[in-house]
Protein backbone atom coordinates (compact mmCIF):
# COMPACT_ATOMS: atom_id res chain seq x y z
CA UNK A 1 0.00 0.00 0.00
CA UNK A 2 3.03 2.37 0.60
CA UNK A 3 3.88 2.81 -3.19
CA UNK A 4 0.88 2.99 -4.62
CA UNK A 5 -0.49 6.46 -6.03
CA UNK A 6 -2.33 8.39 -3.36
CA UNK A 7 -5.07 8.84 -5.87
CA UNK A 8 -5.12 4.87 -5.75
CA UNK A 9 -5.27 4.52 -2.33
CA UNK A 10 -8.35 7.08 -2.58
CA UNK A 11 -10.10 5.00 -4.18
CA UNK A 12 -9.30 1.67 -2.87
CA UNK A 13 -10.50 3.48 0.95
CA UNK A 14 -13.69 4.22 -0.83
CA UNK A 15 -14.18 1.00 -2.56
CA UNK A 16 -13.73 -0.59 1.64
CA UNK A 17 -16.04 1.89 2.66
CA UNK A 18 -18.98 0.70 0.83
CA UNK A 19 -17.95 -2.60 1.47
CA UNK A 20 -17.71 -2.53 4.97
CA UNK A 21 -20.63 0.43 5.08
CA UNK A 22 -22.88 -1.56 7.70
CA UNK A 23 -19.86 -1.61 9.97
CA UNK A 24 -18.59 1.86 9.09
CA UNK A 25 -22.26 3.37 9.67
CA UNK A 26 -22.51 1.69 12.74
CA UNK A 27 -19.21 2.93 14.19
CA UNK A 28 -20.21 5.98 13.41
CA UNK A 29 -23.62 6.20 15.11
CA UNK A 30 -22.18 4.74 18.19
CA UNK A 31 -19.10 7.31 18.42
CA UNK A 32 -21.86 9.97 17.61
CA UNK A 33 -24.14 8.70 20.12
CA UNK A 34 -21.37 8.14 23.17
CA UNK A 35 -20.00 11.20 22.69
CA UNK A 36 -23.19 13.06 23.33
CA UNK A 37 -24.14 11.12 26.10
CA UNK A 38 -20.86 11.42 27.11
CA UNK A 39 -21.13 15.82 26.75
CA UNK A 40 -24.87 15.11 28.66
CA UNK A 41 -23.18 13.42 31.97
CA UNK A 42 -19.86 15.21 31.62
CA UNK A 43 -19.90 17.11 34.83
CA UNK A 44 -20.13 21.25 34.71
CA UNK A 45 -17.46 23.03 36.44
CA UNK A 46 -17.21 26.54 37.35
CA UNK A 47 -13.92 28.26 38.62
CA UNK A 48 -13.29 30.71 40.67
CA UNK A 49 -10.14 32.63 41.63
CA UNK A 50 -8.35 35.34 43.28
CA UNK A 51 -5.47 36.49 43.56
CA UNK A 52 -2.93 38.21 46.54
CA UNK A 53 -0.60 40.89 46.41
CA UNK A 54 2.83 39.60 48.51
CA UNK A 55 4.18 42.99 49.35
CA UNK A 56 6.91 43.26 50.73
CA UNK A 57 8.22 47.30 50.37
CA UNK A 58 6.82 49.51 51.95
CA UNK A 59 8.17 53.09 53.91
CA UNK A 60 9.38 50.93 57.14
CA UNK A 61 12.16 48.81 55.10
CA UNK A 62 14.91 51.44 53.91
CA UNK A 63 14.67 53.18 57.60
CA UNK A 64 14.96 49.69 59.38
CA UNK A 65 17.75 48.47 56.79
CA UNK A 66 20.44 46.04 58.34
CA UNK A 67 18.44 46.41 61.59
CA UNK A 68 15.72 44.04 60.78
CA UNK A 69 15.06 40.72 58.77
CA UNK A 70 10.95 40.20 57.89
CA UNK A 71 10.20 36.66 57.02
CA UNK A 72 10.87 36.52 53.07
CA UNK A 73 9.81 33.35 51.01
CA UNK A 74 11.27 33.19 47.31
CA UNK A 75 8.30 30.62 45.87
CA UNK A 76 5.33 31.68 47.36
CA UNK A 77 3.51 29.28 46.12
CA UNK A 78 4.70 26.72 48.12
CA UNK A 79 4.38 29.00 50.99
CA UNK A 80 0.04 28.77 50.07
CA UNK A 81 0.30 25.46 48.79
CA UNK A 82 2.04 24.12 52.47
CA UNK A 83 -0.53 27.20 54.03
CA UNK A 84 -3.96 26.13 52.43
CA UNK A 85 -3.58 22.62 51.92
CA UNK A 86 -2.60 22.29 55.96
CA UNK A 87 -5.14 19.86 58.04
CA UNK A 88 -5.69 23.55 60.04
CA UNK A 89 -6.78 25.37 57.31
CA UNK A 90 -8.96 22.97 55.32
CA UNK A 91 -10.50 22.04 58.41
CA UNK A 92 -11.70 25.52 58.97
CA UNK A 93 -12.21 26.07 55.70
CA UNK A 94 -14.90 23.24 55.35
CA UNK A 95 -16.36 24.37 58.43
CA UNK A 96 -16.93 27.75 57.22
CA UNK A 97 -18.48 26.86 54.22
CA UNK A 98 -20.80 24.17 55.52
CA UNK A 99 -18.64 20.78 54.69
CA UNK A 100 -17.46 19.60 57.36
CA UNK A 101 -19.80 17.36 59.77
CA UNK A 102 -19.02 16.46 63.50
CA UNK A 103 -20.15 12.94 62.53
CA UNK A 104 -17.51 12.49 60.02
CA UNK A 105 -15.11 10.23 60.25
CA UNK A 106 -11.34 10.42 60.02
CA UNK A 107 -11.43 8.37 57.19
CA UNK A 108 -14.64 10.77 55.14
CA UNK A 109 -12.41 13.75 56.55
CA UNK A 110 -9.63 12.20 54.71
CA UNK A 111 -11.36 12.02 51.39
CA UNK A 112 -13.13 14.97 51.45
CA UNK A 113 -9.76 17.31 52.12
CA UNK A 114 -8.09 14.90 49.01
CA UNK A 115 -10.52 16.09 46.80
CA UNK A 116 -10.69 19.49 47.88
CA UNK A 117 -7.07 19.80 47.48
CA UNK A 118 -7.38 18.40 43.65
CA UNK A 119 -9.87 21.26 43.28
CA UNK A 120 -7.95 23.62 44.15
CA UNK A 121 -4.78 25.51 41.95
CA UNK A 122 -1.81 27.21 43.45
CA UNK A 123 0.67 29.21 41.47
CA UNK A 124 2.76 32.03 40.79
CA UNK A 125 1.89 34.52 38.31
CA UNK A 126 4.99 37.11 39.16
CA UNK A 127 6.94 36.59 41.83
CA UNK A 128 5.12 38.94 43.97
CA UNK A 129 1.95 37.88 43.22
CA UNK A 130 -0.45 34.06 43.97
CA UNK A 131 -3.25 33.19 42.08
CA UNK A 132 -5.76 30.57 43.79
CA UNK A 133 -8.34 29.03 41.79
CA UNK A 134 -11.05 26.56 42.91
CA UNK A 135 -12.65 24.16 40.66
CA UNK A 136 -16.82 23.29 42.06
CA UNK A 137 -20.08 21.71 40.09
CA UNK A 138 -21.68 24.87 42.21
CA UNK A 139 -20.71 28.27 41.23
CA UNK A 140 -21.82 29.66 44.71
CA UNK A 141 -19.64 27.22 46.39
CA UNK A 142 -16.69 27.57 44.23
CA UNK A 143 -16.90 31.36 44.93
CA UNK A 144 -17.30 30.98 48.72
CA UNK A 145 -14.38 28.75 48.88
CA UNK A 146 -12.32 30.59 47.07
CA UNK A 147 -12.57 33.46 49.30
CA UNK A 148 -12.26 31.87 52.00
CA UNK A 149 -9.05 30.35 50.69
CA UNK A 150 -7.99 34.29 50.48
CA UNK A 151 -8.56 35.18 53.75
CA UNK A 152 -7.44 32.26 55.74
CA UNK A 153 -4.19 31.86 53.54
CA UNK A 154 -3.39 35.53 54.83
CA UNK A 155 -3.97 35.09 58.20
CA UNK A 156 -2.59 32.04 58.74
CA UNK A 157 0.99 33.37 56.75
CA UNK A 158 0.96 36.57 59.05
CA UNK A 159 0.36 34.57 62.24
CA UNK A 160 3.10 31.87 61.06
CA UNK A 161 5.21 34.88 59.99
CA UNK A 162 4.58 36.29 63.73
CA UNK A 163 4.92 33.28 65.63
CA UNK A 164 8.33 32.52 63.60
CA UNK A 165 9.95 35.94 64.70
CA UNK A 166 8.70 35.25 67.96
CA UNK A 167 9.96 32.35 67.99
CA UNK A 168 13.53 33.14 66.72
CA UNK A 169 13.47 36.23 69.11
CA UNK A 170 13.39 33.77 72.08
CA UNK A 171 16.01 31.24 70.54
CA UNK A 172 18.29 34.23 70.47
CA UNK A 173 17.20 34.96 73.85
CA UNK A 174 18.09 31.90 75.23
CA UNK A 175 21.24 31.71 73.61
CA UNK A 176 22.12 35.19 75.10
CA UNK A 177 21.79 33.99 78.66
CA UNK A 178 23.60 31.02 78.18
CA UNK A 179 26.50 32.61 76.53
CA UNK A 180 26.37 35.09 79.25
CA UNK A 181 26.62 32.36 81.82
CA UNK A 182 29.69 30.45 79.72
CA UNK A 183 31.21 34.01 79.85
CA UNK A 184 30.98 34.96 83.46
CA UNK A 185 32.13 31.24 84.27
CA UNK A 186 35.78 31.68 81.53
CA UNK A 187 36.57 35.34 83.30
CA UNK A 188 36.14 33.55 86.66
CA UNK A 189 38.61 30.70 85.51
CA UNK A 190 40.88 33.42 83.85
CA UNK A 191 40.95 35.94 87.02
CA UNK A 192 41.47 32.86 88.98
CA UNK A 193 44.59 31.16 87.21
CA UNK A 194 46.19 34.79 86.88
CA UNK A 195 46.32 35.15 90.58
CA UNK A 196 47.46 31.67 90.90
CA UNK A 197 50.14 32.09 87.99
CA UNK A 198 51.52 35.60 88.38
CA UNK A 199 54.02 35.35 85.99
CA UNK A 200 51.90 33.30 83.19
CA UNK A 201 50.92 36.77 81.45
CA UNK A 202 51.24 37.39 77.60
CA UNK A 203 54.06 37.86 76.17
CA UNK A 204 56.03 36.57 79.04
CA UNK A 205 57.39 33.82 77.52
CA UNK A 206 59.36 36.83 74.74
CA UNK A 207 60.91 38.25 77.43
CA UNK A 208 61.46 35.16 79.01
CA UNK A 209 63.84 34.26 75.84
CA UNK A 210 64.98 37.86 75.49
CA UNK A 211 66.39 37.56 79.21
CA UNK A 212 68.08 34.52 78.57
CA UNK A 213 69.84 35.71 75.09
CA UNK A 214 71.22 38.97 77.34
CA UNK A 215 71.82 36.44 80.17
CA UNK A 216 74.03 34.25 77.88
CA UNK A 217 75.54 37.48 76.33
CA UNK A 218 76.43 38.89 79.59
CA UNK A 219 78.32 35.66 80.33
CA UNK A 220 80.06 35.46 77.14
CA UNK A 221 81.44 39.07 77.33
CA UNK A 222 82.26 38.65 81.07
CA UNK A 223 84.26 35.39 80.75
CA UNK A 224 85.94 36.51 77.42
CA UNK A 225 87.12 39.73 79.83
CA UNK A 226 87.71 37.16 82.28
CA UNK A 227 90.19 36.03 80.03
CA UNK A 228 91.79 39.32 79.20
CA UNK A 229 92.21 40.01 82.76
CA UNK A 230 93.95 36.86 83.60
CA UNK A 231 96.33 37.06 80.39
CA UNK A 232 96.92 41.09 81.34
CA UNK A 233 97.56 39.74 85.47
CA UNK A 234 99.86 37.23 84.25
CA UNK A 235 101.92 40.22 82.44
CA UNK A 236 102.25 42.20 85.03
CA UNK A 237 103.00 39.55 87.61
CA UNK A 238 106.03 39.04 84.76
CA UNK A 239 106.30 42.50 84.72
CA UNK A 240 106.58 42.75 88.69
CA UNK A 241 109.05 39.86 88.93
CA UNK A 242 111.37 41.47 86.55
CA UNK A 243 111.26 45.02 87.89
CA UNK A 244 112.14 43.62 91.66
CA UNK A 245 115.10 41.32 89.65
CA UNK A 246 116.18 44.71 87.69
CA UNK A 247 115.88 47.02 90.69
CA UNK A 248 117.41 44.51 93.34
CA UNK A 249 120.26 43.86 91.26
CA UNK A 250 120.52 48.17 90.26
CA UNK A 251 120.28 48.79 94.13
CA UNK A 252 122.49 46.32 96.09
CA UNK A 253 125.06 46.05 93.48
CA UNK A 254 124.99 50.01 92.83
CA UNK A 255 125.45 50.14 96.52
CA UNK A 256 128.38 47.97 96.44
CA UNK A 257 129.94 49.44 93.84
CA UNK A 258 129.51 53.09 94.97
CA UNK A 259 130.76 52.62 98.12
CA UNK A 260 133.86 50.40 96.80
CA UNK A 261 134.22 53.61 93.92
CA UNK A 262 134.31 55.86 97.21
CA UNK A 263 136.73 53.45 99.04
CA UNK A 264 139.12 53.45 95.97
CA UNK A 265 139.19 57.13 95.41
CA UNK A 266 140.36 57.22 99.39
CA UNK A 267 142.68 54.61 98.71
CA UNK A 268 143.94 56.22 95.72
CA UNK A 269 144.28 59.70 98.07
CA UNK A 270 146.43 58.31 100.50
CA UNK A 271 148.46 56.52 97.82
CA UNK A 272 149.91 59.65 97.51
CA UNK A 273 151.01 60.21 100.66
CA UNK A 274 151.83 56.90 102.10
CA UNK A 275 153.10 53.51 101.22
CA UNK A 276 150.21 50.56 100.30
CA UNK A 277 151.39 49.00 103.56
CA UNK A 278 149.58 51.97 105.47
CA UNK A 279 147.23 50.71 108.07
CA UNK A 280 144.56 52.86 106.35
CA UNK A 281 145.22 51.60 102.62
CA UNK A 282 145.71 48.02 104.06
CA UNK A 283 141.90 48.75 105.95
CA UNK A 284 140.53 50.26 102.78
CA UNK A 285 142.06 47.50 100.33
CA UNK A 286 140.25 44.57 102.85
CA UNK A 287 137.11 46.71 102.83
CA UNK A 288 136.93 46.63 98.76
CA UNK A 289 137.88 42.80 98.72
CA UNK A 290 134.87 42.68 101.20
CA UNK A 291 132.31 44.41 99.21
CA UNK A 292 133.70 42.55 96.23
CA UNK A 293 133.16 39.22 98.28
CA UNK A 294 129.58 41.00 99.05
CA UNK A 295 128.84 41.53 95.43
CA UNK A 296 130.25 37.74 94.12
CA UNK A 297 127.72 36.20 97.36
CA UNK A 298 124.53 38.60 96.42
CA UNK A 299 125.15 37.31 92.46
CA UNK A 300 125.26 33.68 93.85
CA UNK A 301 121.91 34.19 95.73
CA UNK A 302 120.09 35.87 93.22
CA UNK A 303 121.07 33.04 90.77
CA UNK A 304 119.13 30.09 93.41
CA UNK A 305 116.35 32.51 93.84
CA UNK A 306 115.84 32.60 89.93
CA UNK A 307 116.57 29.00 89.37
CA UNK A 308 113.65 28.34 92.43
CA UNK A 309 111.77 30.97 90.87
CA UNK A 310 111.93 33.20 93.97
CA UNK A 311 112.71 37.02 93.53
CA UNK A 312 114.30 38.76 96.83
CA UNK A 313 112.76 42.15 97.71
CA UNK A 314 113.92 44.37 99.97
CA UNK A 315 113.42 47.89 100.66
CA UNK A 316 114.89 49.23 97.98
CA UNK A 317 112.76 47.22 95.56
CA UNK A 318 109.26 48.32 97.25
CA UNK A 319 110.45 51.79 96.90
CA UNK A 320 110.53 51.58 93.44
CA UNK A 321 108.04 54.33 91.46
CA UNK A 322 107.70 51.02 88.39
CA UNK A 323 107.47 48.58 91.12
CA UNK A 324 104.88 50.37 92.94
CA UNK A 325 103.05 51.54 90.16
CA UNK A 326 102.94 47.83 88.24
CA UNK A 327 101.90 46.40 91.77
CA UNK A 328 98.78 48.65 91.97
CA UNK A 329 97.85 47.62 88.34
CA UNK A 330 98.42 43.66 89.32
CA UNK A 331 96.28 44.28 92.18
CA UNK A 332 93.57 46.12 90.07
CA UNK A 333 93.54 43.38 87.48
CA UNK A 334 92.98 41.03 90.65
CA UNK A 335 90.10 43.26 91.79
CA UNK A 336 88.61 42.85 87.78
CA UNK A 337 89.17 39.31 87.74
CA UNK A 338 87.93 38.60 91.02
CA UNK A 339 84.64 40.71 90.27
CA UNK A 340 84.04 39.42 86.75
CA UNK A 341 84.04 36.08 88.80
CA UNK A 342 81.56 36.84 90.51
CA UNK A 343 79.96 38.32 88.12
CA UNK A 344 79.83 35.33 85.62
CA UNK A 345 78.93 33.03 88.83
CA UNK A 346 75.35 35.43 89.50
CA UNK A 347 75.02 35.58 85.86
CA UNK A 348 74.79 31.64 85.59
CA UNK A 349 72.62 31.56 88.25
CA UNK A 350 69.77 33.94 87.09
CA UNK A 351 69.89 31.96 83.90
CA UNK A 352 69.26 28.47 85.92
CA UNK A 353 66.26 30.72 87.70
CA UNK A 354 64.98 31.89 84.39
CA UNK A 355 65.14 28.63 82.90
CA UNK A 356 63.08 27.19 85.43
CA UNK A 357 61.02 30.54 85.64
CA UNK A 358 60.73 29.97 81.36
CA UNK A 359 59.60 26.12 81.98
CA UNK A 360 56.87 27.23 84.67
CA UNK A 361 55.51 29.82 82.35
CA UNK A 362 55.50 27.95 78.87
CA UNK A 363 53.20 25.66 80.85
CA UNK A 364 50.95 28.10 82.29
CA UNK A 365 51.22 30.17 78.99
CA UNK A 366 49.84 27.33 76.91
CA UNK A 367 46.75 27.39 79.60
CA UNK A 368 46.03 30.84 79.98
CA UNK A 369 46.40 30.98 76.15
CA UNK A 370 43.39 28.25 75.85
CA UNK A 371 41.60 30.26 78.53
CA UNK A 372 42.21 33.03 77.14
CA UNK A 373 40.75 31.72 73.60
CA UNK A 374 37.71 30.41 75.32
CA UNK A 375 36.79 33.63 77.04
CA UNK A 376 37.41 35.64 73.60
CA UNK A 377 35.39 33.17 71.75
CA UNK A 378 32.45 33.33 74.36
CA UNK A 379 32.49 37.28 74.16
CA UNK A 380 32.51 37.53 70.58
CA UNK A 381 29.51 35.21 70.38
CA UNK A 382 27.99 37.01 73.34
CA UNK A 383 28.50 40.15 71.23
CA UNK A 384 26.81 39.09 68.28
CA UNK A 385 23.75 37.39 70.13
CA UNK A 386 22.88 40.73 71.87
CA UNK A 387 22.94 42.41 68.39
CA UNK A 388 21.03 39.59 66.71
CA UNK A 389 19.09 39.03 69.96
CA UNK A 390 17.83 43.31 69.18
CA UNK A 391 17.80 42.83 65.43
CA UNK A 392 15.14 39.91 65.95
CA UNK A 393 13.29 41.96 68.79
CA UNK A 394 13.01 44.87 66.08
CA UNK A 395 11.60 41.63 63.27
CA UNK A 396 9.06 40.43 66.01
CA UNK A 397 7.54 44.07 66.30
CA UNK A 398 7.74 44.76 62.75
CA UNK A 399 5.34 41.49 61.81
CA UNK A 400 3.53 42.19 64.97
CA UNK A 401 2.40 45.89 63.44
CA UNK A 402 2.45 43.84 60.11
CA UNK A 403 4.82 46.38 58.94
CA UNK A 404 7.34 43.71 57.43
CA UNK A 405 6.13 41.17 54.72
CA UNK A 406 2.29 41.74 54.24
CA UNK A 407 0.20 40.15 51.91
CA UNK A 408 -3.04 41.65 50.79
CA UNK A 409 -6.14 40.59 47.92
CA UNK A 410 -5.45 42.41 45.00
CA UNK A 411 -8.22 40.41 42.82
CA UNK A 412 -11.08 39.46 44.78
CA UNK A 413 -12.85 36.63 43.75
CA UNK A 414 -16.22 36.67 42.15
CA UNK A 415 -18.97 34.51 40.81
CA UNK A 416 -18.57 32.50 38.02
CA UNK A 417 -20.98 32.49 35.33
CA UNK A 418 -20.00 30.08 32.66
CA UNK A 419 -18.45 26.62 33.38
CA UNK A 420 -14.96 26.24 32.66
CA UNK A 421 -13.64 23.88 30.81
CA UNK A 422 -14.95 20.94 27.76
CA UNK A 423 -18.37 22.42 27.05
CA UNK A 424 -21.46 20.19 25.44
CA UNK A 425 -20.56 22.27 21.96
CA UNK A 426 -17.18 20.66 22.37
CA UNK A 427 -18.36 17.02 22.31
CA UNK A 428 -20.78 17.61 19.41
CA UNK A 429 -17.75 19.10 17.72
CA UNK A 430 -15.92 15.72 18.55
CA UNK A 431 -18.73 13.61 17.67
CA UNK A 432 -18.97 15.02 14.36
CA UNK A 433 -15.37 14.60 13.65
CA UNK A 434 -14.63 11.31 15.01
CA UNK A 435 -17.89 9.88 14.03
CA UNK A 436 -16.32 10.11 9.95
CA UNK A 437 -12.63 9.73 10.92
CA UNK A 438 -12.87 6.77 13.28
CA UNK A 439 -14.16 4.37 10.39
CA UNK A 440 -11.89 5.84 7.91
CA UNK A 441 -8.83 5.33 10.18
CA UNK A 442 -10.10 1.93 10.56
CA UNK A 443 -10.65 0.81 6.87
CA UNK A 444 -6.71 2.39 6.57
CA UNK A 445 -5.42 0.34 8.90
CA UNK A 446 -7.31 -3.02 7.55
CA UNK A 447 -6.13 -1.97 4.27
CA UNK A 448 -2.26 -1.71 5.40
CA UNK A 449 -2.60 -5.15 7.53
CA UNK A 450 -4.55 -6.95 5.31
CA UNK A 451 -2.30 -8.90 2.65
CA UNK A 452 -4.99 -9.62 0.11
CA UNK A 453 -4.65 -8.28 -3.45
CA UNK A 454 -7.15 -5.09 -4.62
CA UNK A 455 -4.80 -3.90 -7.40
CA UNK A 456 -3.64 -5.83 -10.75
CA UNK A 457 -0.68 -4.17 -10.99
CA UNK A 458 0.61 -5.57 -7.57
CA UNK A 459 0.68 -8.88 -8.99
CA UNK A 460 2.59 -8.29 -11.60
CA UNK A 461 4.81 -6.73 -9.01
CA UNK A 462 5.09 -9.04 -6.58
CA UNK A 463 5.52 -12.07 -9.27
CA UNK A 464 7.60 -9.61 -11.64
CA UNK A 465 5.34 -11.13 -14.40
CA UNK A 466 3.18 -9.26 -16.74
CA UNK A 467 -0.47 -8.49 -16.35
CA UNK A 468 -2.33 -9.92 -19.25
CA UNK A 469 -6.25 -8.66 -17.95
CA UNK A 470 -8.35 -7.45 -15.29
CA UNK A 471 -11.59 -9.25 -15.06
CA UNK A 472 -14.32 -6.46 -13.22
CA UNK A 473 -16.88 -7.35 -10.61
CA UNK A 474 -19.94 -7.83 -12.83
CA UNK A 475 -23.67 -6.37 -10.63
CA UNK A 476 -26.95 -8.59 -11.42
CA UNK A 477 -29.94 -6.68 -11.55
CA UNK A 478 -30.74 -8.64 -7.68
CA UNK A 479 -27.32 -7.52 -6.21
CA UNK A 480 -27.82 -4.10 -7.34
CA UNK A 481 -31.06 -3.61 -5.70
CA UNK A 482 -30.13 -5.38 -2.22
CA UNK A 483 -27.42 -2.34 -2.36
CA UNK A 484 -30.09 0.47 -2.89
CA UNK A 485 -31.76 -0.78 -0.08
CA UNK A 486 -28.94 -0.96 2.42
CA UNK A 487 -27.56 2.63 1.34
CA UNK A 488 -31.51 3.91 2.00
CA UNK A 489 -31.44 2.14 5.33
CA UNK A 490 -27.90 3.25 6.51
CA UNK A 491 -28.49 6.47 5.21
CA UNK A 492 -31.90 7.37 7.30
CA UNK A 493 -29.86 5.43 10.51
CA UNK A 494 -26.98 8.23 10.03
CA UNK A 495 -29.78 10.91 9.28
CA UNK A 496 -31.54 10.30 12.52
CA UNK A 497 -28.38 9.84 14.51
CA UNK A 498 -27.81 13.41 13.33
CA UNK A 499 -31.53 14.53 14.21
CA UNK A 500 -30.90 13.24 17.67
CA UNK A 501 -27.53 14.80 17.86
CA UNK A 502 -29.17 18.38 16.76
CA UNK A 503 -32.27 17.82 18.70
CA UNK A 504 -30.27 17.42 22.42
CA UNK A 505 -28.12 20.07 21.41
CA UNK A 506 -31.06 22.48 20.80
CA UNK A 507 -32.62 20.81 24.29
CA UNK A 508 -28.69 21.23 25.91
CA UNK A 509 -29.14 25.15 24.56
CA UNK A 510 -32.19 25.92 25.99
CA UNK A 511 -31.32 24.64 29.38
CA UNK A 512 -34.23 21.86 29.05
CA UNK A 513 -31.75 19.05 30.02
Given at each position: MSTLHPELIRKLLIGELFNSRKTAVGIFVVVVLA???????????YVASTTILVDEKNIIQPLMLGAAVTTEVADRSRLARETIFGRKVMTQLLTDTGRLKESFSPEEKDKLFKKLTKQTAISNVTRNIIKIEYRDDDPENAFLTTKRYADLFIAEA??????????????IDKQVHEYHEKLVQAEEQLKEFRLANADALPGTDTDIGTRLSAQQTRIEQSAQELKEAEIKKRSLEKQLSGEAEVATVLSRE????TRIAELQSQMETLRL???????????LRHQIADLN?????????REAAK???RVIIDDSVTNN??????????????????????RIIEAKRQMSSTLERGKRVHGGEVTLAELTRDYQVNRDIYQDLLKRRENAR?????????????????????????????LFKHFIIAALVLGVLVPVGLVYAKLQIDPRIRVGSMVAERNNLPLLAVIPHLWQQTEIQVVRQEIQWLYLIAAGTLTVMALLATLRIVRMI
Open positions: LVVAGLVWPKGLGTKAAESQAAFDFGQYRSYHDTYPDIVRDAIAVDRKQASGPMYQQLKRDLSQTQITIDTLNAVSMNLDKEKQGLSFRIQEPATLPIDPSGL
